[in-house]
């Protein structure tokens, strides 16, 4: 009972907000009813529909990749016999880094004057590249950010089912002259299902959600090429002091995701039906 | 202590009183404040926090008095304040530092005591520097000025943007430390040849950074956000001929003379640019400047030299932006605490705390430090600048809106710096952006002609 009222109230002040304009006078909150404002606000609001849309990119890149190299890591991982712990270990290290300081480590790598990968760049003899300055890099640069430390999230699930699976349908295909590419296709993949749609499930949500590899490296720069839907909601309510609005926009991301994982349902389900 | 001690001690303290009764002594001493509680001060984490915790050390050690010191990096700073003010029961604050930009939301909002209701003979001293009002409001007019309103708080630094240089390569070269942004433009077409060297470095990182850099050539071209906030007339006028000349002629010297990352340059990298040896001139604020001395940090100590920033013709003037921070005092924090935090101000605002303020790298707000001997010292060669610049400071944005505009200044501004948008484009966003949010907020509000995209 407790926990269901912890979970409904905020959700109904949430949307008691959403409808609301919120102010302060005399040190005291004060509400006002205005949820046709909040809708037009939404309408209007031309820096959301591009956080939205960058916020898509990004899910649908990075996640794409992370299921990929995970996958690919998983699979190879599993197929060793020796050092399997050690690998696995190493591989986990980026998810244990507080993201503060995965932050702060690729702001540094990143600088256009005295970032690592500039002087790898450089000593090739080429121009420094504009990693986080560049409207057409500043996103693919937080992805490359984000693979690096969600791919070994993906890898720990997809190695756990590898490893579960059963060793004689395995055994039966190479019997039958099933070669490693088909191996990996139409025996391994197939019977990985579950633990991909997991996988994909939880990566999808969290990618949705993205706040601090964006709010440290860029803060939704150059303009608004890297601006995402969690880091404007975080403007609208914190910097803006928009109570009311913000709310209604957090209810908005919500339905976003909701949406984006329904038809991702729908499509997963589509492509396993032929 | 042992006990021989105690009487080389004794005898100190002994002459010590004397010295202190004299009057000739007594003016030179420290302000006697009386017993206090301990106080919280939330303080932000900037260029000059070192300054203001050596002279809070010296408070503590001559008052006797415990200060707590809630040290928060800038972005946290706002809602630290806001959770505080709110809080139903007790703030944990007793002095918060508001920058000037997110005054108006505290003032309006009713979370802060006027310091004279706390203590009706508090006074900040006639050599302290009013920084554009920052620290008055008037409820009625809902807008920042000491003629008509009450005093909410007082800067504790006031910060503006100053002009910075390689003196050694100037002197080099055979340049001179140039007058207006034509002349910044000349001298950098010698002193740009990057990455080895920056011809002027200026922030251009989306949000507070670019608007704050902006302003410089905002104010120094004649533009103004709004037509006359001070007397209620908040038609949108940022899409201006003479903004858009601001606009074109900041972002050509960021091309020109910046590096490739112009458009996400944030204090923390000009900062470093510049001790690193790489910018050759910049704008920046006047707080950074003991960053630029610090044999632990800086490969160009004594070389940066400051000056007035550049103007937009010869004969104008310069475009003096008081980025400057308020202390006020929560109307939830305790009596005892409030008494404290005023005895505390008290002492702060007198000269010879103001003076050892300075010493510690922090920037005084009195007058009459500028004018000691302090400035002889080649420590403080960026004295003369600042004093010859604050004539000229002017506090923008001091109306309730100021958040959402200046985030939306910040977008816009940036968005032009990068090529987003043209520069008429962005500043006509702006002005629809805030026209947008003065009709909301019931302003008397209105636009002029969108300028030509």
């Known amino acids: 009972m407790l926990l269901i009222l912890l979970t409904v109230y905020p959700i109904l002040n949430l949307i008691g907000m959403s409808v609301s304009t919120i102010g302060f006078q005399a040190a005291r909150e004060v509400w006002s009813f205005t949820p046709a404002r909040n809708f037009q606000d939404l309408i209007d609001d031309d820096i959301f529909r591009t956080a939205l849309w960058n916020t898509l990119v990004f899910a649908v890149v990075a996640v794409t990749i992370e299921i990929v190299l995970g996958l690919t890591l998983a699979i190879l991982v599993a197929s060793v016999s020796r050092f399997k712990g050690l690998v696995r270990t190493v591989l986990i290290v980026p998810i244990l880094m507080p993201p503060v300081a995965i932050g702060s480590m690729w702001k540094l790598m990143y600088s256009l004057d005295f970032g690592v990968l500039n002087q790898i760049v450089t000593s090739f003899g080429l121009q420094p590249v504009n990693w986080l300055g560049s409207t057409l890099l500043a996103l693919f640069s937080i992805i490359i950010v984000d693979v690096w430390h969600w791919t070994p999230f993906v890898f720990l699930i997809l190695f756990a089912a590898v490893e579960g699976l059963p060793k004689e349908v395995i055994e039966a295909a190479r019997i039958d002259g099933a070669r490693n590419r088909e191996l990996v296709f139409k025996i391994i993949i197939p019977l990985m299902k579950p633990a991909l749609?997991?996988?994909?499930?939880?990566?999808?949500?969290?990618?949705?959600?993205?706040?601090?590899?964006?709010?440290?490296?860029?803060?939704?720069?150059p303009g608004t090429s890297t601006e995402v839907v969690s880091l404007h909601l975080y403007k609208v309510f914190f910097e803006q002091n928009q109570m009311g609005y913000g709310a209604l926009l957090s209810l908005a991301i919500i339905a976003a995701t909701i949406a984006f994982l329904w038809v991702g349902q729908r499509a997963a389900s589509a492509v396993g039906a032929r | 202590m042992k006990r021989y001690d105690l009487v080389p001690g004794l005898l100190g303290a002994a002459a010590g009183a004397i010295f202190a009764?004299?009057?000739a002594v007594a003016a030179d001493s420290f302000m006697d404040v009386g017993k206090q509680a301990p106080i919280t001060i939330l303080i932000n984490a900037s260029p000059w926090y070192n300054g203001f915790e050596s002279v809070v050390n010296l408070y503590?050690?001559?008052?006797?008095?415990?200060?707590?010191?809630?040290?928060?990096?800038?972005?946290?700073?706002?809602?630290?304040?806001?959770?505080?003010?709110?809080?139903?029961?007790?703030?944990?604050?007793?002095?918060?530092?508001?920058?000037?930009?997110?005054?108006?939301?505290?003032?309006?909002?009713?979370?802060?005591?006027?310091?004279?209701?706390?203590d009706p003979n508090f006074q900040v001293p006639k050599e302290v520097l009013t920084l554009g009002d920052a620290g008055c409001w008037d409820d009625a007019k809902q807008f920042r000025t000491c003629k008509t309103g009450k005093l909410m708080g007082y800067a504790p630094n006031g910060n503006v943007e100053l002009f910075y240089y390689r003196k050694d390569v100037f002197d080099q070269k055979g340049l001179k430390v140039p007058v207006t942004f034509d002349d910044v433009l000349a001298n950098c077409k010698v002193l740009q040849d990057p990455p080895k060297s920056y011809g002027y470095l200026q922030r251009g990182e989306k949000g507070d950074s670019i608007y704050y850099d902006w302003m410089a050539y905002m104010l120094s071209y004649g533009a103004q956000d709004v037509k006359d906030a001070e007397n209620g007339d908040f038609t949108v006028t940022i899409n201006s001929p003479q903004a858009k000349a601001a606009l074109d002629k900041y972002i050509e010297i960021g091309h020109k003379c910046g590096p490739a990352n112009a458009g996400t340059l944030g204090q923390g990298d000009l900062i470093q640019l510049i001790q690193t040896g790489k910018g050759m001139q910049a704008q920046g604020v006047v707080a950074a400047f003991p960053n630029f001395d610090n044999p632990q940090k800086s490969a160009v100590?004594?070389?940066?030299?400051?000056?007035?920033?550049?103007?937009?013709?010869?004969?104008?003037?310069?475009?003096?932006?008081?980025g400057s921070?308020?202390?006020?005092?929560?109307?939830?924090?305790?009596?005892?605490?409030?008494?404290?935090?005023?005895?505390?101000?008290?002492?702060?605002?007198?000269?010879?705390?103001?003076?050892?303020?300075?010493?510690?790298?922090?920037?005084?707000?009195?007058?009459?430090v500028f004018d000691s001997d302090l400035k002889k010292q080649d420590k403080f060669r960026w004295m003369q600048a600042y004093e010859d610049e604050i004539p000229y400071g002017k506090q923008v944005f001091g109306y309730a809106e100021s958040a959402q505009v200046t985030n939306a200044l910040g977008l816009r501004l940036n968005q032009a710096l990068i090529g987003e948008l043209t520069s008429a484009q962005a500043l006509n966003k702006a002005a629809e952006d805030f026209y947008e949010i003065f009709q909301k907020s019931g302003r008397k509000t209105g636009k002029i002609a969108p300028l030509p995209e």
Do not use: C
């Not at chain 1, 749609?197 to 720069?221: N, Q």
């Not at chain 2, 100590?301 to 008081?322: C, E, M, N």
């Open chain 2, 301 to 322: 100590v004594g070389k940066i030299y400051a000056s007035v920033l550049p103007r937009a013709t010869a004969d104008g003037h310069p475009g003096a932006a008081i």
């Open chain 2, 325 to 368: 921070w308020v202390f006020g005092i929560p109307k939830n924090a305790s009596a005892e605490g409030k008494k404290g935090a005023i005895a505390f101000s008290k002492w702060f605002l007198t000269y010879k705390a103001q003076y050892a303020y300075a010493e510690g790298g922090g920037i005084p707000v009195r007058g009459d």
């Open chain 2, 21 to 23: 009764a004299s009057p």
């Open chain 1, 197 to 221: 749609a997991v996988a994909v499930l939880f990566r999808i949500i969290l990618a949705f959600k993205v706040f601090d590899e964006v709010f440290l490296l860029t803060s939704g720069g």
């Open chain 2, 60 to 118: 503590e050690e001559q008052t006797g008095n415990k200060v707590n010191l809630d040290v928060t990096p800038f972005p946290g700073m706002l809602e630290k304040g806001r959770s505080a003010v709110r809080d139903p029961s007790k703030s944990p604050y007793d002095l918060i530092n508001i920058n000037s930009t997110w005054t108006i939301e505290f003032y309006k909002g009713g979370f802060l005591d006027p310091m004279q209701d706390v």
